[in-house]
């Protein structure tokens, strides 16, 4: 299985520094983990590791092979649970992602729900919000699909940090083969999940990992927090059963994963010895 790193290496530094970092870390494989679309005023000046959806993906691809780094996803994290609103990062977004992707040739799309930010978001039943999930994915699935494309569903919300909720929303767009799980083994945990059942449920449907493990910190917050963004723990070092997870999907055929940990250089070696003692 190939190991990226998320580019969120330094703060306040752009995609190329961050890609140097990474490649001086030995890393070979990264995702490009923030995009927006339109122009980002940071992300201009170099200030932020983001990259526009509207930029000619190519020169994106290039910039990542001057570094001898194969980009493996394309980060579209959304708010599917808000109110449309074109200052909210959302189906539009996934759709540009998708179209970024496919020209370069990245194969994976990932995205999400997340928190629900608005009172009307947050009053929304569980029906309702499977629904608004589904509708806001609809499209962007079928273009996945045209384009030779997946979108993958990390946990990292109220809905997607369940079975329950990632099957339903599965089963509410007719399970095309064009959407999958980008399992993330912090988010499913924190949310309330067991990232190894997870596992096991989705093993045919899970195409990329996001691994992090989390201390005992986190436990009185399980179920309350959806998400937590990167974990500053090396693999095996916290409570998730991160070698459970190993042991059900060493044989799926998942061909990348990313290490969503941000620390020392040691931190992150230490995580890739893990999990390759895990016969990953």
Known sequence: MNIGVFLLIEAFASVEVQLKCAKE????????????????????????????????????????????IKPLTVCAHAGLLEPTNPGVYSNAEIMKAVKFAAAIGIKDVVTTENDPCSEWAENLSYKERVLIIAEKLYTPVKMAADYGVRIL??????ITD???????????????DSLGVNLD???????????????????????????????????????????????????????IDIKGVCDVLANANIENCTL?????????????????????
């Open 25 to 68: 870390m030995g890393f070979d494989y990264a995702d490009i983990t923030d995009t927006n679309a339109g122009g980002s005023m940071l992300g201009t000046a170099g200030f932020s590791p983001t990259v526009s959806l509207d930029d000619n993906p190519f020169e994106v691809k290039r910039l990542f092979e001057k570094y001898g």
């Open 153 to 158: 569903l990390e946990p990292h919300g109220p």
């Open 260 to 280: 969503e940990i941000i620390g020392s250089e040691d931190i992150l070696k230490k995580s890739v010895k893990y999990l390759r003692e895990c016969g990953l």
């Open 185 to 239: 083994t912090g988010n499913s945990w924190l949310g309330g999940a067991d990232p190894v059942e997870m596992a096991r449920v989705f093993k045919d449907k899970i195409y990329h990992i996001h691994w992090k493990d989390l201390g005992a910190e986190w436990e009185p917050k399980r179920g309350m927090v959806f998400g937590c963004g990167f974990s500053t723990i090396a693999l095996g070092d916290g409570v």
């Open 162 to 176: 369940s079975i329950k909720g990632l099957q339903d929303v599965f089963d509410r767009l007719g399970n095309p």
